[in-house]
């Protein structure tokens, strides 16, 4: 089962403090692989908010493809951020380039709405994927302002130490960090969590065994960035994007769309007539688990959610100002040792955790009682 | 050598001929006559035989022939009284002297068109082969990398969706303190939806079936939603339903058909200011996948008083309802106003759906359907699916599977993204084996929503004789030995309500138990895993390449 590791904070963070969270889980993952999306970037990036970050791994002839493209399309290069490389023991070989590109938007674009632009840099991220999927030589993983994202095979530790984690400067304010257990699917730099589609990001361990079925429901939306899914656990992402940004729904629906209550407890619920069609108009979207989702929206807020047959679920504490939410608790002793381990919020499976931006509290929405 | 005069000019068949041999025990036999009595179609019959036996009596060998007067029970060779293998007089032999054995080499088909008529019957297809519903296996089995369900603990919801359903995103809804509430103001229609359980049993009509037939299986639905907690609904057949029904709070478990004849429509439409309770859908019959593009046919002598007053026609007479509606032009007006009205006359309350033939056509209509927003699902009934009465030719020849069917149509929906928008119910040879929860679980994780059963219940609650092997079939001419189909009040009392009920009950419990013991190692249990088909895989490559599953062997 693979091993999340997220932290959200009022303070920017070093990495490193996830990736040691999940040295202590170690157990769970085989080391297949490590992903960290970083989000609201502090270091060397602080002061480029406003611009989009570009994250992905090219090869010398993907560099040339991804500027002459970049190029084309009216995107400036303002700044490129790469870690430093070092060999370590165990490692694949160094692919050429590890990246993030900071750009600033194309002149026609400068004042556009938010939603137009992120639909460009969407489209921008998904026309790079194509151009180097075959021959692997552009993988992208985000294309967004303020966020950032690293994949590597490999240890987590070992791949920290890889990408120069523990030296650099890098740091963000809500982090999420995923070991990998390789389970279906062949190691795949594209199949490594977390997720992210136009500001939104989640990371999931357990199998999905509904996979199929919400996989063509998604991809019968015709949202171009409704793709990929070379893991089970990336519709989990595009499914939180579906409700809350093509859809609207406030947050906590995400929960009813995807653990959807029986009908005896929706009568329960204040908003029981609109709940009762969305379980039906969004019937496909149901996971059937067992599945813990950590995920973050946006404007930084972080959640965590389980459906029912999670025998194990994932554990969230710390301290105002700094939170975190683990697939174990070891996890959690790692990141945030100086907290009142009494207050360890172990979701059930009725409740969303919910963490808003800057870390000051713990909320736990419940599905029955809203 | 004799001369066989008896071979000239002779027409007569052989034993050989006939698809059922007699074999008759002279040893057992003690000539009570209930065998020749109870026969349906007068295939054996008692005969007078002079026998020469040559005896030997005494000490010494003195052999006398004698002449003596025999009885014996014979089968005939009139092909017009073909034994059917019923084993009726199986059942009343008091001391197993007589059975019906299959003759393979018949050539039945070859004969049974006298008077220039094609050969009719009723049933399903004459094909004993194994099926491709039977041949799918359910090969993703949760194995570590998560765990497998407990059928018998965890809990699951084996429920699915009738009805039309709205896109999200045209939902109306709005967003109040953070909640999502439904708005009434742009005045958006809310189709009806039900939820049901995903076995329903299919159209058999009232005239089709006897009293104590149709009795038990409305019984048995109703003990199962009203006591059980089983939502199982049952759809009519063309001919209407006792006005009794039509005013009972029970009729909310009951699927009303309208079929081309629109026998009954004249009572339904009139009990509706009465109703206190909306039926649970109403189905169109535009097709039966037993007998494509042929309408009904109730034989007269099946028109007693009953049926002819709930069909509000004489007694007696033949009734056939026209292979079509006579009103139907084409599919975007005749359909889109039938259902229209339909849906009209109950406020728009209650799911109106066509039910067509299994077809290579199915996608055509399907994609009409999912423009129309009224309409609620479509049914498609394959050609394994039976009848009352139809030409053999029709069941045998005429028709599509179900499942390359059903499955073309889920992969179309897949592809506009409407296959959460229209349901499909899909019927014909559910259960042919006997593997009735194996069958429907195939045929959901193929991408139906809903699977139907007739002939399936037909013999496992009134143990029906009827099998691929044209056994019985005799469904269309009132003589059912079983007293399943005929309103002849001394056949049909043979067969109990009350144990009917017992057995539908029996049987759908059961289902939902094998449907969990199919669902919970797959690690289903939440919703019903409609187009899982990642869970599917069939022996053949060329079979797993049309229904875009995996092969195995
Ligand atoms: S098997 Fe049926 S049809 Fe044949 S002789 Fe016996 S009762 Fe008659
Ligand atoms: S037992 Fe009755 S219903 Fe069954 S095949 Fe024979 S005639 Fe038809």
């Given at each position: 089962?693979?091993?999340?590791?997220?932290?959200?904070?009022?303070?920017?963070?070093?990495?490193?403090?996830?990736?040691?969270?999940?040295?202590?889980?170690?157990?769970?993952?085989?080391?297949?692989?490590?992903?960290?999306?970083?989000?609201?970037?502090?270091?060397?990036?602080?002061?480029?908010?406003?611009?989009?970050?570009?994250?992905?791994?090219?090869?010398?002839?993907?560099?040339?493809?991804?500027?002459?493209?970049?190029?084309?399309?009216?995107?400036?290069?303002?700044?490129?951020?790469?870690?430093?490389?070092?060999?370590?023991?165990?490692?694949?070989?160094?692919?050429?380039?590890?990246?993030?590109?900071?750009?600033?938007?194309?002149?026609?674009?400068?004042?556009?709405?938010?939603?137009?632009?992120?639909?460009?840099?969407?489209?921008?991220?998904?026309?790079?994927?194509?151009?180097?999927?075959?021959?692997?030589?552009?993988?992208?993983?985000?294309?967004?302002?303020?966020?950032?994202?690293?994949?590597?095979?490999?240890?987590?530790?070992?791949?920290?130490?890889?990408?120069?984690?523990?030296?650099?400067?890098?740091?963000?304010?809500?982090?999420?960090?995923?070991?990998?257990?390789?389970?279906?699917?062949?190691?795949?730099?594209?199949?490594?969590?977390?997720?992210?589609?136009?500001?939104?990001?989640?990371?999931?361990?357990g199998e999905n065994t509904a996979f199929v079925p919400i996989r063509e429901y998604l991809t019968g939306r015709h949202f171009p960035g409704y793709i990929g899914y070379n893991s089970d656990s990336e519709v989990f992402t595009h499914i939180l994007h579906y409700t809350s940004r093509q859809l609207g729904f406030p947050l906590t629906y995400y929960k009813d769309v995807i653990t959807p209550l029986k009908e005896s407890e929706i009568e329960g619920r204040e908003d029981r007539e609109s709940l009762k069609l969305i379980k039906q108009s969004l019937r496909p979207l149901c996971i059937d688990g067992p599945n813990v989702v950590i995920g973050f929206t946006p404007d930084g807020t972080c959640f965590m959610v389980h459906d029912a047959k999670k025998l194990r679920p994932g554990v969230v504490g710390g301290l105002k100002g700094k939170y975190a939410l683990m697939s174990e608790e070891c996890g959690l002793d790692s990141a945030i040792p100086k907290r009142d381990k009494t207050q360890d919020i172990f979701p059930m499976k009725h409740d969303m955790v919910i963490i808003r931006p800057k870390a000051e509290e713990v909320t736990v929405w419940n599905q029955l009682h809203n | 050598m004799e001369p066989a005069t008896q071979l000239d000019y002779n027409h007569q068949l052989s034993l050989r001929e006939l698809p059922y041999i007699i074999r008759w025990r002279d040893d057992r036999c003690k000539r009570c006559g209930s065998c020749t009595a109870v026969c349906p179609v007068k295939a054996i019959e008692p005969a007078v035989k002079v026998q020469r036996v040559v005896q030997s009596e005494g000490p010494v060998p003195t052999p006398t022939a004698s002449r003596k007067i025999v009885h014996v029970v014979e089968q005939v060779t009139d092909i017009e009284r073909y034994c059917t293998g019923c084993g009726t007089c199986t059942l009343v032999c008091p001391n197993e002297a007589i059975e019906p054995e299959y003759n393979p080499q018949n050539k039945f088909l070859h004969f049974k068109n006298r008077g220039g008529e094609g050969y009719k019957r009723g049933g399903r297809r004459n094909d004993p082969s194994v099926s491709t519903l039977d041949r799918l296996k359910f090969t993703r089995i949760s194995m570590l990398t998560d765990p497998a369900l407990d059928a018998g603990r965890h809990e699951f919801r084996v429920r699915t969706l009738l009805g039309r359903i709205l896109p999200a995103d045209e939902l109306p809804l709005k967003k109040v303190n953070g909640n999502l509430v439904v708005t009434h103001e742009n005045g958006k229609f809310i189709p009806p939806v039900r939820e049901i359980f995903p076995i329903m049993i299919g159209s058999m009509s009232i005239g089709a079936l006897s009293p104590p037939m149709w009795e038990g299986l409305a019984m048995g639905v109703t003990y199962l939603n009203e006591v059980e907690g089983l939502p199982v609904v049952m759809a009519t057949g063309e001919g209407?339903?006792?006005?009794?029904?039509?005013?009972?709070?029970?009729?909310?478990?009951?699927?009303?058909?309208?079929?081309?004849?629109?026998?009954?429509?004249?009572?339904?439409?009139?009990?509706?200011?009465?109703?206190?309770?909306?039926?649970?859908?109403?189905?169109?019959?535009?097709?039966?996948?037993?007998?494509?593009?042929?309408?009904?046919?109730?034989?007269?002598?099946?028109?007693?008083?009953?049926?002819?007053?709930?069909?509000?026609?004489?007694?007696?007479?033949?009734?056939?309802?026209?292979?079509?509606?006579?009103?139907?032009?084409?599919?975007?007006?005749?359909?889109?106003?039938?259902?229209?009205?339909?849906?009209?006359?109950?406020?728009?309350?209650?799911?109106?759906?066509?039910?067509?033939?299994?077809?290579?056509?199915?996608?055509?209509?399907?994609?009409?359907?999912?423009?129309?927003?009224?309409?609620?699902?479509?049914?498609?009934?394959?050609?394994?699916?039976?009848?009352?009465?139809?030409?053999?030719?029709?069941?045998?020849?005429?028709?599509?599977p179900i499942a390359s069917n059903i499955r073309e149509c889920y992969l179309d929906l897949v592809k506009?993204?409407?296959?959460?928008?229209?349901?499909?119910?899909?019927?014909?040879?559910?259960?042919?084996?006997?593997?009735?929860?194996?069958?429907?679980?195939?045929?959901?994780?193929?991408?139906?929503?809903?699977?139907?059963?007739?002939?399936?219940?037909?013999?496992?609650?009134?143990?029906?004789?009827?099998?691929?092997?044209?056994?019985?079939?005799?469904?269309?001419?009132?003589?059912?030995?079983?007293?399943?189909?005929?309103?002849?009040?001394?056949?049909?009392?043979?067969?109990?309500?009350?144990?009917?009920?017992?057995?539908?009950?029996?049987?759908?419990?059961?289902?939902?138990?094998?449907?969990?013991?199919?669902?919970?190692?797959?690690?289903?249990?939440?919703?019903?895993?409609?187009?899982?088909?990642?869970?599917?895989?069939?022996?053949?490559?060329?079979?797993?390449?049309?229904?875009?599953?995996s092969y195995a062997c």
């Open positions: 089962m693979c091993r999340l590791a997220a932290i959200t904070s009022h303070d920017y963070f070093s990495p490193m403090e996830n990736i040691l969270a999940l040295e202590t889980m170690k157990e769970g993952h085989d080391g297949s692989g490590l992903g960290l999306t970083l989000k609201d970037l502090g270091g060397p990036f602080e002061k480029m908010k406003g611009y989009p970050v570009l994250s992905g791994i090219c090869s010398k002839k993907g560099a040339k493809m991804l500027d002459d493209y970049m190029e084309k399309a009216g995107f400036k290069l303002i700044d490129i951020w790469a870690p430093k490389i070092k060999a370590v023991k165990g490692m694949l070989a160094a692919r050429d380039h590890y990246f993030a590109r900071v750009y600033d938007y194309p002149a026609s674009y400068k004042h556009k709405p938010v939603r137009e632009r992120d639909d460009l840099l969407m489209n921008i991220r998904i026309a790079l994927r194509k151009m180097g999927e075959s021959d692997e030589s552009i993988f992208v993983f985000s294309f967004y302002p303020d966020v950032l994202t690293l994949k590597e095979v490999g240890d987590p530790l070992q791949v920290a130490e890889f990408f120069g984690l523990d030296k650099d400067t890098l740091k963000a304010k809500v982090i999420f960090a995923q070991g990998r257990q390789n389970t279906n699917y062949a190691i795949y730099l594209y199949a490594c969590h977390p997720f992210f589609i136009q500001g939104y990001c989640s990371m999931t361990n | 209407g339903v006792p006005p009794r029904l039509l005013k009972s709070k029970y009729l909310k478990y009951f699927i009303l058909q309208i079929a081309s004849g629109y026998f009954g429509w004249d009572e339904i439409i009139h009990s509706i200011p009465h109703m206190v309770e909306d039926p649970a859908a109403i189905e169109i019959k535009y097709g039966q996948g037993a007998k494509p593009g042929d309408g009904g046919l109730l034989m007269a002598q099946k028109v007693l008083k009953l049926i002819a007053s709930i069909r509000g026609v004489p007694q007696f007479v033949d009734l056939a309802s026209p292979p079509t509606h006579q009103t139907k032009y084409s599919i975007e007006e005749a359909v889109a106003k039938m259902i229209q009205s339909m849906s009209m006359a109950w406020g728009f309350r209650v799911p109106v759906y066509p039910k067509i033939s299994g077809t290579k056509t199915a996608r055509a209509v399907l994609n009409n359907l999912a423009r129309n927003p009224y309409a609620a699902a479509l049914s498609i009934d394959g050609e394994d699916g039976g009848t009352g009465a139809a030409y053999n030719v029709s069941l045998d020849k005429m028709g599509h506009q993204g409407k296959q959460n928008e229209l349901p499909l119910i899909a019927a014909g040879g559910v259960g042919k084996k006997g593997n009735l929860a194996a069958n429907a679980a195939a045929l959901i994780m193929l991408g139906a929503s809903v699977v139907s059963i007739g002939k399936y219940i037909m013999q496992a609650t009134a143990n029906c004789l009827g099998d691929e092997f044209n056994r019985c079939n005799l469904c269309n001419t009132g003589k059912c030995p079983r007293g399943i189909t005929t309103q002849d009040p001394k056949l049909y009392r043979r067969l109990d309500s009350d144990k009917v009920a017992e057995r539908v009950v029996e049987v759908f419990k059961s289902s939902n138990v094998e449907l969990k013991k199919i669902f919970a190692p797959m690690g289903r249990s939440t919703e019903l895993p409609i187009g899982m088909s990642d869970g599917l895989s069939i022996d053949d490559k060329a079979m797993a390449e049309r229904l875009e599953i």
